[in-house]
């Protein structure tokens, strides 16, 4: 490999803060728990992951997709770069020697983020889940995977395949989340992540479920998305006691906004699409306080169980 001294550090760390800065408020709020190493190389995993997502999509860190965009060019763009990443070699493109310097730092198994861009490639074959376990394995590939990345970032042993598991759920839990507030926006981008086996369950005609005679039928699925949600959140914050006190603040506190979330699109039933649930400032701050609290005292001593929760291959692959 090249080597750390390849990269501009500084430009870098820039770049992936004013990526997270741009895209997500909730994750650069809770990433200011961290201390400065972690942040900062949370921040440049994010990077990575953020512009991987939005070349898929045709995307600037979300908003309207790009006209006559081919997004299986820019999984293609994205293994490419991602190979070159992995090498040390500078590409010019400051998302990927994002990652290419993370790598000088992280020893992250290439398995680990082969297993991201296998969630990338599924949305550039506009794949779609029939059953809930697709469902789950989609989740775990563009959401649960970036988690078990971001454990290995904040120390977790590559060997440690149980606390991995629960750094999946939390993933895992967060795309669920997003997944039920976010069904009228794939809608009108012509995606649905939604299973077809719960479709034919609730008796929803194919590409109907947007209609506003099956607002009721819609919100129970929403219901089923958000108490599966809550059963991989409660994993994640069991598994989260491996972590160092800062970084298991920042994640308890990011797992409670997030939550929020789904708990909220459950809350407004057949109203959840009328507009986009959100987590407010004020409750935002709850969570950190209440995951400050959280960390300082013993944690609970009752183990939570992951019986019956999606599990990950353990050869690295998720297909």
Request: charged letters at 25%; hydrophobic letters at 45%.
């Amino acid at each position: 490999m090249t080597g750390e001294g390849a990269y501009d550090a500084h430009a870098l760390h820039g770049f992936a803060h004013d990526s997270i800065a741009k895209g997500s408020k909730s994750f650069a709020l809770a990433s200011q728990l961290f201390d400065r190493e972690t942040r900062e190389r949370v921040w440049l995993l994010y990077a990575w992951c953020r512009a991987a997502d939005d070349l898929t999509d045709g995307q600037d860190h979300g908003g309207a997709m790009k006209p006559d965009h081919d997004p299986v060019s820019a999984v293609a763009y994205i293994r490419a770069q991602t190979d070159k990443a992995f090498a040390g070699e500078p590409t010019g493109d400051m998302a990927f020697d994002a990652l290419g310097f993370l790598l000088t730092e992280v020893a992250i198994p290439r398995r680990v983020i082969d297993d991201i861009i296998a969630g990338f490639e599924l949305d550039a074959r506009d794949w779609r889940p029939r059953s809930e376990a697709d469902l789950l394995r989609y989740s775990y590939h563009v959401a649960g995977a970036v988690g078990i990345a971001m454990a290995l970032v904040m120390g977790i042993d590559p060997a440690d395949e149980t606390t991995l598991d629960r750094a999946s759920d939390l993933g895992i839990a967060f795309q669920l989340a997003n997944i039920a507030r976010d069904v009228a926006e794939d809608a009108a981008a012509d995606r649905c992540y939604l299973p077809v086996e719960w479709m034919v369950e609730l008796d929803i005609p194919p590409g109907q479920h947007m209609h506003p005679a099956f607002r009721g039928r819609l919100s129970v699925m929403a219901k089923w998305l958000s108490e599966m949600a809550e059963e991989y959140e409660a994993s994640a914050r069991w598994g989260a006691r491996k972590l160092p006190p800062r970084s298991r603040w920042a994640v308890l506190a990011a797992a409670g906004i997030y939550g929020d979330i789904a708990r909220e699109v459950r809350a407004r039933g057949d109203r959840a699409w009328d507009h986009r649930a959100a987590s407010s400032l004020f409750a935002k701050l709850g969570w950190v306080a209440r995951a400050g609290w959280s960390v300082l005292r013993r944690p609970p001593l009752r183990r939570i169980s992951r019986e019956g929760l999606w599990t990950r291959p353990r050869d690295g692959t998720a297909e």
